[in-house]
Structures are given as structure tokens and as C-alpha cells.
């Protein structure tokens, strides 16, 4: 639809003007390149982001529960710096797996929307996704009966790479956790390490306040506390004006600071959030002090808000070189899986595809599978019920939602 609304408006501003063939011909080509320029950088961002928070994770995963001594000790004073591969592949974790989840949740609800004109809210279609993650860590490929999600047919998607208990036990209750009504009182990070795709999606459909509240909710579902949730409509927020709104990683920090604590003004959880969240971007800017300090002023990581401060202080400190920016979220005590996927997250939307380095995407685990996922939110659903054009694929995908063998 954006795509086509663009081009009509080149056309009428063509009709409307007086140059010569030859003119209106040159000016069209140049607006034509800037589109396809703008078009390119954007859709860079989407694969950076998705393959940014892969690497980020498959760098830390192997050091998850390791002490920064155990990590030196095992791959040197500098710690861990390059993939651990396993036969050849780097292995991403349950962060990943649960984003893409995000992410076909995400497209199934739009689809359906688009298909039959009515559809519940997001966080329902997303949450029968993460059912069927749940089910990729409690079942055997290949899966019986109906499921949800395409990404069930993938079969090293069936790999347990540490799942958090907490969103173990949150899916397989019967219970539907709200903000509203939580479902535990977990400020795990599980809820915010699988957000992204709400930004890269719902940031360019919506106004951003909505999108936040959007991460919000899908955190809640299996992460209760305010601070399991704050932090996710937080990262929404940072994805989101990084992607869609040019913003610098800096400025999209001091947006977020500034309206998250309007919105969750009357949270008791609020003021200690904004401080930490402050004391990232401070120590990020003190030159003084060395990663591996300021990491541990901010925490773990194992909790939401940590995750997202270690996060923040990584992707500010190293804008622009992604190698020393994952590097840096994952040489820590505490869950680098995590604080690296975050991290990967932001600063791969922030520099896009482009802006990672060949090493961290060559032997990444499912690139083709996150690149793909990357291309669809990006795409999204381009046809409607009534309409004459169709996908078969995609409605095989994420419609249908029927047994679909991944070629
Ligand atoms: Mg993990």
C-alpha cells in the first residue's frame, strides 16, 4: 500500500508540472532512485536488526552461565570475541527462536485482518505462536495435529538452546497474561529479548506510543512485573525510532527515557527504570571507565530492566562498529545470550544489514530462515480478500496456517 501511494503522488506531481518529456523523464528517474534508495536502506534495517540480535545472541550463548573469570580463563584476557561454532554453525538460543515467533505471530494476525476485515488484538495471534515455540521445546519434530506458526516445520527450531522457565511455565498454563492481569510477577528478561519485531512492524504502522503498548503486552504474557514489561515497550520504542524515524541511537534513547515515563508516569517501578536507564547512556559517554566496570554498575542482565540498561550502554558506546558493540554485551557475569541479542538488536537496526561484518552472518544458524522473516515484516501482507492479486505462498504462511513444508 505505502509503496503504491508513493508512486501515484510522483505521478500527480508529473502531471501537474510543465517540464518537457525529456525533463519530466530525468526528474522522474531521480525521484524514482531516491525511492528505491530509501527502499533499500529501510528493508537493510529490517534484516539488521533480526540478524543483528542473532549474532549478539550466538556470540553469548556459549558463555551464558559463565563468570567473566570462567570467560578469560577459557578464551583469553579478552574474553570471549569471535563465534564458538559447533560442526561449523553458531548456534542461536531461545532468544531468536522466541523473536521469530514474535514475528509470524505478528503476520498472522495481520493476514487475517487483511482477509477476513476483523481480527483480535496482536498479542493474541502472537501468543498462539509462542505456543507453538512452547511446543518446539516440549515435543518431537515433526509436530502432529495443527499448529500456528510455519516456523514449526523447521526442524532446528526443535533445538532446546536454555529456554527461561519462565516462559515455560506461563505458556503451557491455560491463563492469558495481561498487563492487566499478570500471570506471574517475573521481571525476567524473556520478555524483552524477543521484542524487536514490534518496533520494525508495528512502528511503521502506527503512531510509536502505540507500538509501545503493543511490546508492553506481548512481554505480559509471560512476564508480569511492570519491570518484565516497561523494558519491552521501551526497546519497541528504541527499535522503532532507529528504523523508522532516522533517528541516532542517542536521540532515539532520550525519546524513549522521556515518553516511556509519561506513560508509565503512576508506576512505582518508574523512577528507578529512568535512573537506570540514565546511568547507561552516562557511562556510556565515560571514557573513563572501561566495559567491563560500567557493565557491572549496570547488573546481570538475568532481569528485564538490566538486560535493556547493558543494552543501551553497549549500543551507545559503539554506534558504529558492531563487532565491538556485541562484543562488549556478551564479556559479562551474567545472561550474555540475552544482553548481546539486545544489543545486536539495536545497533543492527541502527547501521542495517550492511553495517554487520561477513563473519558474524556467514555461520550463523537459520540466516536464510531470519532473513526471510526479516523480508516478510518488511513486505507484509500486500493483498486482501476481495482483491485480485494474490500470494499463494504467503497465505500458505500465515493464513492457511496448515502443515507448510519450508522449501
Ligand atoms: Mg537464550
Request: glycine share 8%; aromatic share 12%.
Amino acid at each position: 500500500m505505502e509503496n503504491k501511494s508513493l508512486l501515484s503522488s510522483f505521478f500527480l506531481f508529473f502531471k501537474d508540472d510543465h517540464y518537457s518529456i525529456p525533463q519530466c523523464k530525468q526528474k522522474f528517474l531521480n525521484l524514482l532512485l531516491v525511492y528505491i534508495i530509501l527502499f533499500m536502506e529501510l528493508i537493510d534495517r529490517y534484516r539488521g536488526c533480526l540478524i543483528g540480535g542473532a549474532s549478539g545472541d550466538a556470540l553469548g550463548y556459549p558463555v551464558e552461565f559463565m563468570s567473566m573469570n570462567s570467560i578469560k580463563n577459557k578464551y583469553g584476557k579478552h574474553g570471549i570475541v569471535s563465534y564458538e561454532l559447533n560442526n561449523g554453525i553458531a548456534e542461536i538460543s531461545d532468544d531468536t527462536q522466541m523473536t521469530l515467533f514474535t514475528a509470524t505471530g505478528i503476520l498472522i494476525g495481520i493476514t487475517r485482518a487483511k482477509m477476513r476485515g476483523i481480527s483480535a488484538k496482536p498479542w493474541d495471534y502472537i501468543r498462539y505462536s509462542y505456543k507453538d515455540w512452547y511446543r518446539t521445546q516440549t515435543e518431537k519434530y515433526p509436530l502432529n495435529g495443527y499448529h500456528y506458526s510455519w516456523l514449526d516445520d523447521v526442524p532446528e527450531l526443535f533445538s532446546r538452546r536454555a529456554p527461561g522457565s519462565t516462559c515455560i511455565n506461563a505458556l503451557a498454563s491455560p491463563n492469558n497474561g495481561t498487563v492487566e492481569n499478570p500471570i506471574n510477577d517475573s521481571k525476567g528478561c524473556g520478555g524483552v529479548m524477543r521484542i524487536a519485531p514490534i518496533g520494525l512492524y508495528f512502528g511503521r504502522l502506527y503512531e510509536i506510543g502505540i507500538a509501545d503498548y503493543i511490546g508492553a503486552e506481548v512481554a505480559a504474557l509471560t512476564h508480569g512485573h511492570p519491570l518484565g514489561y516497561i523494558p519491552a515497550a521501551a526497546l519497541t520504542h528504541i527499535i522503532a525510532l532507529v528504523t523508522h524515524h532516522d533517528c541516532s541511537i542517542n536521540e532515539a534513547v532520550a525519546d524513549m527515557r522521556h515518553v516511556i515515563g509519561q506513560q508509565y508516569h503512576d508506576d512505582k517501578y518508574i523512577d528507578y527504570f529512568l535512573n537506570l536507564t540514565r546511568d547507561a547512556v552516562d557511562l556510556a559517554n565515560d571514557r573513563k571507565i572501561c566495559d567491563a566496570d560500567a557493565i557491572k554498575r549496570l547488573g546481570e542482565g538475568w532481569v528485564a530492566e538490566e538486560a535493556l540498561a547493558i543494552a543501551i550502554f553497549c549500543s551507545l558506546r559503539y554506534s558504529n562498529d558492531f563487532s565491538k558493540a556485541i562484543i562488549a554485551a556478551v564479556n559479562h557475569n551474567g545472561d550474555s545470550d540475552s544482553t548481546g541479542s539486545i544489543t545486536g538488536n539495536i545497533i543492527g537496526a541502527y547501521l542495517g544489514l550492511s553495517g554487520i561484518p561477513d563473519k558474524w552472518i556467514s555461520n550463523l544458524e537459520l540466516k536464510g530462515i531470519i532473513m526471510e522473516i526479516a523480508d516478510d515484516l518488511f513486505h507484509d501482507c500486500q493483498f486482501s480478500e476481495y482483491g485480485k492479486e494474490k500470494d499463494p505462498e504467503w497465505e500458505e504462511k500465515y493464513f492457511n496456517c496448515k502443515a507448510f513444508r519450508h522449501k
